[in-house]
């Protein structure tokens, strides 16, 4: 099955500047990959997705890069901002299937 | 819509006791999915309902666990004779595999925790 790998598991910055996360994935066949934030005593919630048709998708302080070749993906995070504090699950997945493999996750904590 | 609903938020429980969980998903959602996250840990799949049909079920799903979605609407997920290694957050999914992307977008509701002492 699909092996979601994130680095680093902990990432201080400062307010303001920026955040990158980095994930590998195993399985040549995974064409979908979203980012997931999650808060303190909630669900992960979905921040941005790529399908692997594309090689950049952003929306506004978020983008999401995919390197399909070296198999894997990362999530840029531009001006950020204290409630960008969280810790963010990468994922892949391939149409048809429904299983989604996520990361361990990554803390990220964004000092005023 | 109020999103991905989840009962209990919390449970604590004595080893041997038997819990269920309760998930409503959203309404025109038509997929369903149960989650486990343990501390430090993301999300790890369980099993996937298509309406009222299981479709999927991995292997961390043993015999002491069971899911039911017998209207093809709201789900449980029932623990049986429970170990401290059950101990988790239990998240539920739902999704519609029609959206304009095309992809299968999860939305996840905040989980029911799970405490065996």
């Known amino acids: 099955g699909e092996n979601v790998e994130q680095h680093p598991s902990t990432l201080s910055v400062q307010e303001g500047d920026s955040a990158v996360i980095k994930c590998t994935y195993s399985d040549s066949a995974s064409n979908y990959f979203p980012w997931y934030k999650q808060e303190l005593g909630k669900g992960p919630q979905l921040i941005i997705d790529?399908?692997?048709?594309?090689g950049e998708k952003k929306d506004q302080r978020i983008a999401v890069t995919l390197n399909k070749t070296a198999k894997h993906f990362s999530l840029h995070i531009t001006e950020t901002q204290p409630e960008d504090s969280a810790v963010y699950f990468c994922?892949?997945?391939?149409?048809?299937?429904?299983?989604?493999?996520f990361g361990k996750g990554n803390q990220v904590v964004v000092i005023p | 819509d109020t999103g991905v609903s989840q009962d209990p938020r919390h449970k604590i429980t004595k080893r041997g006791q038997n819990v269920t969980f309760r998930c409503d998903p959203i309404?025109?959602?038509?997929?369903l999915y149960w989650y486990r996250q343990t501390l430090g840990q993301g999300p790890e799949f369980l099993t996937y309902?298509?309406?009222?049909?299981?479709?999927?079920k991995s292997r961390l799903l043993s015999d002491r666990f069971s899911a039911e979605r017998p209207k093809g609407s709201f789900s449980t997920l029932e623990i049986q004779r429970t170990e401290q290694g059950d101990s988790a957050m239990y998240l539920c999914a739902s999704s519609f595999p029609g959206q304009a992307s095309g992809a299968n977008v999860l939305t996840f509701g905040a989980g029911s925790r799970l405490t065996v002492l």
């Open positions: 790529i399908r692997s048709n594309v």
């Open positions: 309404s025109e959602h038509n997929r």
């Open positions: 309902f298509q309406n009222e049909a299981q479709l999927e």
């Open positions: 994922a892949a997945s391939y149409y048809g299937n429904n299983r989604l493999a």
